[in-house]
């Protein structure tokens, strides 16, 4: 046995832990493009917590109620969180903050295209939770398990909070739907723009998707793209239907046979146009982004300034 | 100070009074003020928590990986440390 261990290559033993299902820590030895996957995913993971911040924040001021506004600002406030358990997490792999918030803003670093879609009418803030959040829940749960420590402890938090964001949206959405017939047209209007975007959410296609099998032998990724997209189908029109509202797929049918719905074709131009820079909103959010960032500097500057006299005031005293 | 980013802190949080101090993640922070300021909008907004410790990253000095299996190794052979390497008739009761 123990001749047979030394013979193993450092990436044999490495994968060979991963099948027998135990976690990887910060220090323990991993191959480069494992470290570089997983840098890239959980920074990608935390910038989009952080746009996703830009959309909602958006409506704090205009949300029809005190108990909507609260609500909204506490899963605003979340998101902020749940950006930083991410960005730590990645930290953990040897990048730095300043770094991943270098590539955000510098455009290098991508972030989930779901939040380059405006957020026109009130009834976008039901569906941001109702089916942008559902579809993140989707992606999530798996991720908590997945095969690095520190990512999937992240995680765990990020989903006991994210629960409550899909309900806030349904809420909403419940509310709208009985309500007036102009409110109910607004909450169709909006479901009709946001359900193709949000089926984007999980990336492209599985044959188009090269980095899939790496990342499921590396148990990064318990799920294809593809698998969840569908799931994600078959959780969503009954969830649809209950509220009255009509999906904007006519392709949309239950299979007997599959026992799950086909559902039509995302428009990939749509999708790649969007991930290459030129969505509706791609420009506007960067902005607000590096625009917050440059207007925080004085801060981040005077906080390690009154941190440094502190510092030496205590040297002084003792 | 030329550099912009914040020192690096872990956070450690008791859950209710009894309990432990529990590692939970980590933050950036200028000072411990602001960190254990920021450790409760970060890791205690449904009231995770009743006491809050954080630890500059830099000063936790950790076991080496690599060395694992040696290093705990002296512990593994010792099955007698534990109750059931022990075998008690069946008429003894309360041991």
């Given at each position: 046995m123990e001749t047979l261990e030394k013979v193993l290559t450092p990436e044999e033993q490495f994968q060979a832990r991963i099948d027998a299902d135990i976690r990887i820590e910060p220090k323990d030895w991993m191959p480069d493009a494992y470290r570089k996957t997983l840098i890239r995913q959980i920074s990608q993971h935390a910038h989009s917590e952080l746009v996703g911040m830009l959309p909602e924040g958006n409506w704090i001021t205009r949300a029809p109620s005190l108990k909507r506004k609260s609500i909204l600002l506490a899963k605003v406030q979340d998101e902020a969180g749940h950006g930083l358990y991410l960005y730590s997490a990645a930290e953990t792999l040897g990048t730095t903050r300043d770094q991943m918030l270098a590539d955000l803003h510098s455009g290098k670093a991508k972030y989930s295209s779901i939040f380059n879609y405006p957020t026109l009418s009130w009834a976008d803030m039901g569906c941001v939770g109702w089916l942008v959040d559902g579809a993140a829940i989707l992606n999530q749960v798996p991720l908590c398990r997945t095969s690095y420590g520190p990512y999937a402890r992240a995680m765990v938090r990020v989903c006991k909070e994210e629960s409550f964001h899909q309900r806030q949206g349904f809420e909403v959405m419940q509310t709208l739907c009985e309500g007036a017939p102009v409110q109910k047209e607004m909450a169709q209007e909006a479901l009709n723009r946001w359900w193709w975007p949000t089926l984007m959410m999980?990336?492209?296609?599985d044959a188009d998707s090269p980095n899939t099998a790496q990342s499921m032998n590396w148990r990064i990724k318990r799920f294809t793209n593809d698998e969840l997209r569908q799931k994600f189908v078959d959780m969503m029109v009954p969830q649809a239907e209950f509220l009255g509202l009509t999906v904007p797929d006519p392709l949309v049918k239950w299979n007997e046979e599959r026992q799950a719905y086909d559902f039509g074709e995302v428009n990939w131009d749509e999708f790649w146009a969007v991930v290459k820079g030129n969505g509706l909103c791609n420009h506007e959010r960067l902005q607000a982004r590096v625009q917050a960032h440059e207007e925080g500097a004085w801060v981040r500057e005077a906080a390690n300034a009154h941190a440094a006299k502190r510092a030496a005031r205590e040297a002084v005293v003792a | 100070m030329n550099q912009s980013e914040w020192p690096l802190w872990e956070v450690f949080i008791r859950s209710k009074q009894g309990l432990d101090h529990k590692h939970v993640g980590s933050l950036h922070a200028a000072d411990a003020t602001m960190a254990v300021q920021n450790a409760r909008d970060v890791y205690?907004?449904?009231?995770?928590?009743v006491s809050i410790w954080v630890v500059e990253s830099k000063h936790i000095h950790a076991s080496n990986p690599d060395d694992s299996e040696a290093f705990f190794d002296p512990a593994a052979d010792k099955v007698y440390r534990h109750p059931t390497f022990y075998e008690v008739p069946n008429s003894i009761k309360h041991m």
């Open positions: 999980f990336g492209p296609k | 205690t907004r449904r009231l995770e928590g």
